[in-house]
């Protein structure tokens, strides 16, 4: 990885589709996955990377706010818009990451680029968090099989009413591709 050149500095308020473009453009595809995976792992990817894929929010990190989860997070996220296959693997790691930001997002990056994560996903669908059961639903109805429809139906009876919405998205999703 090349380090930050300061002097291009991010627009720290532009939609995250356009500071991953800046990245892209800035730093070079490879790179940038490279460091959104470095992120996922919990390392390091350079302050002004952070704040590509932060934003504003990073800029409070960067000056103490607590980390907790975030460079996880936008690492992943920035997934959605830059890809390689060579990323797979973390997405993985980060469908089992202690903060369920992180498990949500790594189950829509799955669904986005129809990773095979099936078994990983099946597991979120008892996550005691409603966004993650919710997230997980729609990515097995995206990259899941016929084996995968009992778990994503047993959602339909599930307390939240927005995890209910997609277990139905991802059965139509599921019963589309068979």
Do not use: C
């Amino acid at each position: 990885m090349s380090t930050d050149d300061t002097s291009n500095t991010t627009d720290l308020d532009a939609p995250t589709e356009q500071r991953i473009a800046a990245a892209v453009a800035r730093w070079g595809e490879r790179e940038v996955i490279e460091r959104s995976v470095a992120l996922i792992g919990g390392l390091s990817a350079g302050d002004e990377f952070l704040l590509a894929v932060g934003g504003r929010h990073a800029e409070g990190v960067l000056k103490g706010a607590p980390v907790l989860y975030w460079p996880e997070l936008w690492g992943t996220r920035a997934l959605l818009y830059v890809w390689d296959d060579s990323a797979a693997d973390a997405v993985g790691v980060a469908l089992q990451n202690q903060a369920w930001r992180v498990r949500e997002m790594a189950a829509r990056v799955a669904a986005a680029r129809g990773l095979p994560l099936a078994v990983p996903l099946a597991e979120l669908l008892t996550d005691d968090v409603a966004r993650v059961r919710a997230a997980a639903a729609r990515a097995l109805g995206a990259v899941g099989s016929v084996s995968d429809e009992a778990g994503i139906r047993q959602l339909l009876k599930d307390k939240d009413v927005d995890v209910r919405r997609a277990a139905g998205q991802g059965l139509a999703a599921l019963s589309s591709r068979s």
